[in-house]
């Protein structure tokens, strides 16, 4: 709401009579408006002239009735599969550079101990699977290589 | 306690993981964001539900930051507006690949259908009418435009337009002055002249 001062000239009160049709005026301005628009030709001519602008809005248009509901869901679901693809794609990428870490350190070890390097590659094949049947070679090839790079480590 | 407001439940429901409640939401606001868009930009209706579309999947996007002190109205159509802004920024980029409202082709709303009965002269003069209402609205800026809008059809306070616009409520107050005179000299400018001739009083659309 504004709080304002309404006296009764109309160089002041033109400007306030959108607020004041739009009952955004405050309780008491408001009444010293509708007393001075009943006395004056001029201001109510230009509160008509609201109301005519609003009435011709109208035509502004009706839209046939459609319904977005199931091409949003289906977007939104699409969405939701490629952000947990992401998430798994980035946790392999974890996985995978701690597992060379430690392939690496087994390596420097010598063939004496057998570190984790099983449990990687069964977590890459789970991963592996989880992208199944997308044709691309990345992390397929990638835990291929990890795999015979183990057991070349455990030889 | 819930909040009673029930675009609030399906808000705390989508950020809860229920996915049904897009669909809710979705039901409830797409005629008002789908007209508020197609009246907007003055774009034909595929292009509308594809910004209004977009809209809902930022909703769902957004779904975790809706603050609950806030109005979801004021909240949507911040977002629909910004979607608005930036497709026209692009259409503008690549001016051919918009037609809007060249001859007719490309207007948002299908014309007036006129009755097998009607008056053709009648139907000529509001479809002329219509054409003036939507040219009118076009070459408002764009925040006169928003502010007119969401008055008009959304029935939104000055506080409330404030609050999708970014500004004050006494900057709203003179954005829809200004929009109100400019949509009145655009749609009855030849009608006042014509009427003043008369002597009429000259606010008759």
């Not at chain 1, 998430?87 to 701690?98: D, F, Q």
């Not at chain 2, 008056?119 to 939507?134: I, T």
Request: with cysteine.
């Amino acid at each position: 709401m504004l709080n304002r001062d309404v006296g009764n000239d109309c160089d002041r009160i033109a400007p306030l009579l959108g607020a004041w049709y739009d009952g955004e005026l405050g309780a008491e301005p408001a009444a010293g408006l509708d007393a001075h628009l009943a006395s004056c030709p001029g201001c109510a001519a230009h509160v008509a002239e609201l109301e005519a602008v609003d009435g011709a809005l109208a035509l502004a248009g009706e839209l046939p009735e459609v319904d977005l509901g199931p091409a949003v869901m289906t977007a939104m679901r699409r969405e939701r599969r490629r952000v947990a693809a992401w998430r798994l794609a980035a946790a392999a990428a974890v996985l995978m550079a701690s597992g060379l870490g430690l392939l690496a350190g087994s390596l420097a070890l010598g063939p004496g101990r057998e570190p984790q390097t099983p449990v990687l590659v069964a977590t890459l094949d789970s991963v592996t699977e989880a992208f199944a049947p997308a044709p691309t070679g990345g992390l397929s090839a990638l835990s291929g290589d990890l795999a015979a790079a183990g057991r070349g480590g455990r030889r | 306690m819930p909040s009673p407001d029930p675009d609030h439940q399906l808000m705390a429901r989508l950020a809860g993981g229920d996915d049904s409640a897009l669909a809710e939401l979705v039901a409830r606001w797409q005629r008002p964001v789908l007209a508020h868009v197609a009246r907007f930009l003055g774009c034909p209706p595929e292009e509308a539900q594809d910004i209004a579309q977009e809209a809902f999947l930022r909703v769902w996007r957004e779904r975790r930051r809706f603050e609950p002190r806030a109005a979801f109205s004021t909240w949507l159509f911040a977002i629909v507006l910004n979607l608005c802004r930036n497709r026209r920024r692009s259409a503008q980029r690549r001016p051919v690949l918009v037609p809007i409202g060249v001859d007719g082709a490309g207007e948002p709303f299908p014309a007036i259908e006129a009755g097998a009965d009607a008056d053709p002269l009648a139907c000529a003069r509001a479809s002329e009418l219509e054409g003036k209402v939507r040219r009118a609205l076009r070459s408002l800026p764009e925040s006169q435009r928003a502010a007119v809008l969401l008055r008009r059809f959304e029935g939104m306070s000055y506080r409330e337009i404030a609050t999708v616009l970014g500004s004050s409520e006494g900057a709203v107050e003179s954005l829809l002055v200004r929009a109100r005179r400019a949509l009145a000299a655009a749609i009855f400018g030849d009608d006042r002249s014509r009427a003043q001739e008369k002597g009429g009083s000259g606010v008759e659309p």
